[in-house]
């Protein structure tokens, strides 16, 4: 069904905004129905994972997403942190060696981010466990005719790694304790946590840079979707000020691989871009402004197009 309709319409990380999200679809043209909202056109809504934490209404924003999807109004996939909340409340080993039982450290770093959705889902309520299930069944990212959808970093090897051992992009439960150990573990774990996360790389010896919360940096994420000579300030992102950075070329290590120019489109969010929307490629588009609202209405062309990058007004 989805194949032959070929009229999507692309929506980046809500992360718990209700307002942003029913704005967003009334914007595009939605309705909202006694079973759920839908578009008189026939237009699907497409999500790109990151559903939860940091608003305040985790409950309602998934209510109405998983209404549409049931209805066919809607598909949607996981984000990292619909993963984060996966290993925050399953008993098991985590990275950070702390002895608390859960997979995600229940430290105060990670419980912060975790709080308003643990103030409507508690660790061990019963809405908890149902809306965890439901997680599971989001896969980590499709591969439709004519485009594709992730919520961080599309890499030809590390999707197929995945198709092998999940068929579907869907991850088991028997997955999970794999994914707990970020660093030195699996290739399987490796190419997840890429896909969610978007590949990062550590700055040359002696640089580094004060991130938004004045946190010290030795890392950066790095643009995949642009090709070409880069370097690390020009390939950088979510860096307050690009400046701290060298302007010398990234090396060629090999730990990412630049997005094909003559592949299918590709949508993802997760990156919290700054200043207007914009087209930066004619094949992947980057959705997360987080201080502007967009979608991108896809209706089966090869080539993307700034006309069809929608800015949902701010009230």
């Known amino acids: 069904m989805l194949a032959d309709r070929m009229k999507l319409d692309i929506i980046p990380d809500?992360?718990?905004?209700?307002?942003?999200?029913?704005?967003?679809?009334?914007?595009?043209?939605?309705?909202?129905?006694?079973?759920?909202?839908?578009?008189?056109?026939?237009?699907?809504?497409?999500?790109?994972?990151?559903?939860?934490?940091?608003?305040?209404?985790?409950?309602?924003v998934i209510a109405l997403v998983r209404a549409m999807e049931q209805r066919g109004q809607a598909i949607a996939i996981m984000g990292n942190h619909e993963l984060n909340a996966l290993l925050y409340h399953a008993r098991g080993e985590n990275s950070e060696g702390t002895s608390d039982g859960y997979m995600r450290a229940h430290?105060?770093?990670?419980?912060?981010?975790?709080?308003?959705?643990l103030n409507e889902f508690p660790v061990g309520a019963p809405q908890t466990a149902e809306v965890l299930d439901w997680f599971m069944t989001l896969p980590l990212f499709l591969d439709l005719p004519g485009l594709r959808l992730i919520h961080a970093y599309w890499d030809d090897a590390g999707v197929e790694l995945i198709r092998r051992r999940t068929d579907d992009g869907r991850l088991r439960r028997s997955d999970l304790q794999e994914l707990a150990f970020e660093k030195g573990g699996t290739a399987f774990a490796s190419a997840v946590l890429l896909s969610l996360k978007g590949p990062e790389a550590e700055l040359p010896t002696g640089v580094s840079f004060l991130d938004k919360n004045q946190r010290e940096r030795t890392a950066v994420r790095l643009n995949w979707w642009e090709t070409g000579e880069r370097t690390w300030r020009a390939a950088a992102l979510s860096i307050p000020d690009p400046n701290?950075?060298?302007?010398?070329?990234?090396?060629?290590?090999?730990?990412?691989?630049?997005?094909?120019?003559?592949?299918?489109?590709?949508?993802?969010?997760?990156?919290?871009r700054s200043g207007q929307p914009a087209l930066e490629t004619s094949n992947a588009l980057c959705l997360d402004y987080p201080g502007q609202p967009c979608a991108y209405r896809w209706d089966g062309e090869t080539k993307l197009s700034s006309d069809r990058l929608i800015v949902i007004p701010i009230r």
Request: hydrophobic residues 30%.
């Open 14 to 60: 809500i992360h718990a905004d209700l307002e942003r999200l029913t704005r967003t679809l009334s914007y595009l043209g939605y309705r909202e129905t006694s079973e759920c909202w839908v578009h008189p056109e026939g237009r699907t809504a497409a999500f790109l994972g990151d559903l939860i934490d940091m608003g305040t209404q985790n409950a309602a």
């Open 107 to 117: 430290n105060n770093e990670n419980t912060q981010q975790h709080r308003t959705f």
């Open 244 to 272: 701290q950075l060298p302007d010398t070329p990234l090396p060629a290590t090999g730990f990412m691989r630049f997005y094909d120019k003559d592949g299918k489109p590709v949508f993802f969010g997760h990156y919290k």
